[in-house]
């Protein structure tokens, strides 16, 4: 069977290193685009019902908008995904400190996060890998970690994306992909979308999204059984408010093969759909994503303009015993992937 190509193109340089545009398309010629800036996933282009193929994630059509964004546009977040309260967690009796960067907090790992690393590439059979060395004590964590990031794309339009860690010493790994949807190709609303979470629980948060260590019920406003999204965000006065949950996974549904979650676009009748190894799916509305510069839709990013579905540990899981651990200890292989299915229905 003849493989997906993948091309290369130069797209400029960042922290005084070339960085790449690639490609990579299927013999029905949809394709995703990704940069090792950031292992970044840069678009993805899949036919809706009509056969017409368009982009479906946002992003930015020149570098150094990805330089300048805040907003972790289609990147690899980590060492550690979503916050750690109070920006520090013990680790074999040791207190360990990070950045602060969101109040008293860490979120996405501070500046040492993964999102403004230029990542080395290499192209081995099916697969783009991107990796990376963090050095012992970045952003305050400790240990020498080796990452790699792996995106294949096949004839099914499924992008698995895969994580695999090493490390010297005792430290924290949790990746994920923080692309932000959009399946109406801009010609919608992400909150006319209908999604489902196949999880009958949530992690209890204060209003600093940090845990505070129970799980409950994800019942009422935060139930989606292919629910449309506006009426879960609608207020009284016609606003919209937000959401930033993160959702338990179902262990048994994961090893039936059974995906975490379903988007559907009316509109286009595309669906995405979820699969992950992770304990946990992060949904978020984008309703703090705005952007200085115009993305591929000409114009910058505002509120509610993408929706994210990040596979990934609990929040600040490292200071929560009960939950499930990031831990990864010297000489182990850490290894965590996420499946997006893109797909049509009339």
Same mark, same amino acid.
């Given at each position: 069977?003849?493989?997906?190509?993948?091309?290369?193109?130069?797209?400029?340089?960042?922290? *005084?290193?070339?960085?790449?545009?690639?490609?990579?398309?299927?013999?029905? $010629?949809?394709?995703? +685009?990704?940069?090792?800036?950031g292992a970044t996933l840069v678009s993805v282009f899949v036919p809706d019902n009509e056969d017409k193929?368009?982009?479906?994630?946002? !992003?930015? =059509? +020149?570098?150094?908008?990805?330089?300048?964004?805040?907003?972790? /546009?289609?990147?690899t977040v980590g060492r550690f995904a979503n916050r750690i309260g109070n920006a520090a967690f013990n680790?074999?009796?040791?207190?360990?400190?990070?950045?602060?960067?969101?109040?008293?907090?860490?979120?996405?790992? $501070?500046?040492?996060?993964?999102?403004?690393?230029? #990542?080395?590439?290499? @192209?081995?059979?099916?697969?783009?890998? #991107?990796?990376?060395?963090?050095?012992?004590?970045?952003? $305050?964590?400790?240990?020498?970690?080796?990452?790699?990031? &792996?995106?294949?794309?096949?004839? +099914?339009?499924?992008?698995?994306?895969?994580?695999?860690?090493?490390?010297?010493?005792?430290?924290?790994?949790?990746?994920?992909? &923080?692309?932000?949807?959009?399946?109406?190709? $801009?010609?919608?609303?992400?909150?006319? &979308?209908? %999604?489902?979470?196949?999880?009958?629980?949530m992690v209890e948060a204060g209003a600093d999204y940090i845990p505070t260590g129970e799980l409950v019920?994800?019942? !009422?406003?935060?139930?989606?059984?292919?629910?449309?999204?506006?009426?879960?965000?609608?207020?009284?006065?016609?606003?919209?408010?937000?959401?930033? @949950?993160?959702?338990?996974?179902?262990?048994?549904?994961?090893?039936?093969? %059974? =995906?975490?979650?379903?988007?559907?676009? =009316?509109?286009?009748?595309?669906?995405?759909?979820?699969?992950?190894?992770?304990?946990?799916? /992060? %949904?978020?509305?984008?309703?703090?994503?705005?952007?200085?510069?115009? *993305?591929?839709?000409?114009? =910058?990013?505002?509120? #509610?303009?993408?929706?994210?579905?990040?596979?990934?540990?609990?929040?600040?899981?490292?200071?929560?015993?009960?939950?499930?651990?990031?831990?990864?200890?010297? *000489? +182990?292989?850490? &290894?965590?992937?996420?499946? #997006?299915?893109?797909?049509?229905?009339?």
């Amino acid at each position: 069977m003849q493989k997906n190509k993948i091309l290369k193109t130069p797209w400029g340089n960042a922290d *005084g290193r070339e960085v790449f545009l690639f490609k990579i398309e299927n013999q029905e $010629g949809r394709f995703i +685009e990704l940069s090792n800036y950031g292992a970044t996933l840069v678009s993805v282009f899949v036919p809706d019902n009509e056969d017409k193929k368009e982009n479906v994630v946002l !992003g930015f =059509p +020149e570098l150094r908008s990805y330089v300048n964004d805040q907003s972790y /546009m289609g990147s690899t977040v980590g060492r550690f995904a979503n916050r750690i309260g109070n920006a520090a967690f013990n680790l074999d009796g040791k207190r360990v400190t990070l950045e602060q960067n969101e109040g008293s907090n860490s979120n996405h790992s $501070g500046s040492a996060g993964f999102n403004k690393k230029v #990542f080395d590439w290499q @192209i081995k059979d099916d697969a783009l890998i #991107f990796s990376l060395l963090s050095p012992d004590g970045e952003g $305050g964590f400790p240990g020498n970690l080796k990452t790699e990031v &792996h995106y294949r794309w096949n004839e +099914e339009n499924e992008l698995t994306i895969g994580y695999y860690g090493q490390t010297d010493q005792h430290t924290l790994f949790n990746l994920t992909n &923080h692309s932000y949807f959009d399946l109406s190709s $801009g010609k919608g609303r992400v909150v006319d &979308h209908h %999604l489902s979470v196949f999880s009958d629980q949530m992690v209890e948060a204060g209003a600093d999204y940090i845990p505070t260590g129970e799980l409950v019920a994800a019942g !009422g406003a935060y139930t989606f059984n292919d629910i449309l999204i506006k009426d879960r965000l609608l207020q009284p006065d016609g606003s919209l408010k937000g959401l930033n @949950i993160c959702y338990v996974l179902d262990k048994e549904r994961q090893k039936s093969g %059974l =995906p975490a979650a379903r988007l559907f676009d =009316p509109h286009s009748g595309r669906s995405l759909t979820l699969y992950t190894s992770y304990p946990g799916l /992060m %949904l978020y509305t984008g309703d703090y994503l705005h952007t200085a510069d115009a *993305g591929f839709n000409g114009k =910058p990013y505002r509120a #509610f303009d993408g929706i994210c579905l990040e596979a990934q540990f609990f929040p600040d899981s490292p200071n929560h015993p009960s939950f499930p651990s990031a831990a990864l200890r010297a *000489g +182990e292989l850490a &290894h965590h992937y996420i499946i #997006f299915k893109f797909d049509t229905h009339k």
